[in-house]
Nanobody, 126 residues
């Protein structure tokens, strides 16, 4: 069992930066793949970024490529999403997720993930 808690959301002006954190409980987190998703009001949850357990593969949605960076510290059991050059369209609730099973391209799919955090709000003002 893995429990995930996001933090680091807030209000920022367009062009600014935020770093989201996802603290995981459970001794086996280091063997799980991790992803970030977001959901804006009235829209479906969408993939943002993912990283596999061995840290050698990352995946990004086209909308955030070059601006967001996903990383993780398996010693601290924490994942991160560094968000730079934020835009108003990045406004959403951001969720981290984890799975022991996902590999490769399956990590961009929300149904791949078994564990989810409660979400953290990110608001980007224009």
């Amino acid at each position: 069992q893995v429990q995930l808690v996001e933090s680091g959301g807030g209000l920022v002006q367009a062009g600014g930066s935020l770093r989201l954190s996802c603290a995981a409980s459970g001794r086996t987190f280091s063997s799980y793949a991790m992803g970030w998703f977001r959901q804006a009001p009235g829209l479906e949850r969408e993939f943002v970024a993912a990283i596999n357990w061995s840290l050698d593969n990352t995946y990004y949605a086209d909308a955030v490529k070059g601006r967001f960076t996903i990383s993780r510290d398996n010693v601290k059991n924490t994942g991160y999403l560094q968000m730079n050059s934020l835009k108003p369209e990045d406004t959403a609730v951001y969720y981290c997720a984890a799975t022991p099973w996902g590999i490769g391209g399956s990590l961009i799919l929300s149904l791949t993930y078994d564990y989810w955090g409660q979400g953290t709000q990110v608001t980007v003002s224009s």
